[in-house]
């Protein structure tokens, strides 16, 4: 996987895992579904994916930064 487009995936991810933690949305759309059941186990789901996609962001950016040639750390 390059790096933009993992970089890509992480962010869209944490937006999306964001969406459905800290807004109703998620919620709404499983009880209009008729799966408002599953609404009880969404913590254990959602928190960890956030955690999750946020490293990969992370991850995706630290990648992205340009290496240090030796000659430019001797300076």
């Known amino acids: 996987m390059n790096n933009r487009k ?3 995936t992480g962010v869209t991810g944490s937006v999306i895992a964001a969406l ?4 109703p949305v998620l919620v709404i759309t ?7 059941a599953w609404v009880g186990a969404l913590d254990f789901v959602l928190l960890p994916a956030l ?3 946020l490293a990969l ?7 992205r930064k340009p290496k240090r040639t030796a000659l430019e750390q001797a300076k």
Do not use: P, R, S
């Open 6 to 8: 993992l970089l890509w």
């Open 20 to 23: 459905c933690c800290f807004t």
């Open 30 to 36: 499983l009880g209009a579904l008729g799966l408002a």
């Open 51 to 53: 955690a999750f996609f």
């Open 57 to 63: 962001t992370g991850y995706a950016l630290w990648k």
